[in-house]
């Protein structure tokens, strides 16, 4: 089992900020595309952005776009999620996964079902 742990969640008002920053220690982590998804009470995990394993490519959900950023800083194995003019709808436990990638042509996705590693999750939760 990889450990892959979240940290940074909180409580904000609408329009606030949060950083969500994620560790995966003891994973090839260059080889890894990254992907950050959320789940709410009652919902299915959804897909809110992922980054290539060497971050030329990115993407995001239709909900957070433009207002959420992935980035990743492959020297020391960290993985980002900057959420500016945060809504009460994102609210959820946000978690962190890896997919190693197998080609280069391999494309970025956003299912789930092809994460191999998960964290546990951190919770974001915004009032309004």
């Known amino acids: 089992q990889v450990p892959i742990l979240e940290s940074g969640g909180g409580s904000v008002q609408a329009g606030g900020s949060l950083r969500l920053s994620c560790t995966a220690s003891?994973?090839?982590?260059?080889?890894?595309?990254m992907g950050w998804f959320r789940q709410a009470p009652g919902k299915e995990r959804e897909g809110v952005s992922c980054?290539?394993?060497?971050?030329?490519?990115?993407a995001y959900s239709d909900s957070v776009k433009g207002r959420f950023t992935i980035s990743r800083d492959n020297a020391n194995n960290m993985l980002y999620l900057q959420m500016n003019t945060l809504k009460p709808e994102d609210t959820a436990m946000y978690y962190c996964?890896?997919?190693?990638?197998?080609?280069?042509?391999?494309?970025?996705?956003?299912?789930?079902?092809?994460?191999?590693?998960w964290g546990q999750g951190t919770q974001v939760t915004v009032s309004s």
């Open positions: 996964a890896a997919r190693l990638r197998m080609t280069i042509s391999q494309p970025l996705t956003l299912r789930a079902e092809s994460y191999n590693h």
């Open positions: 980054i290539s394993s060497t971050a030329g490519q990115t």
């Open positions: 003891g994973l090839a982590f260059d080889v890894y595309d």
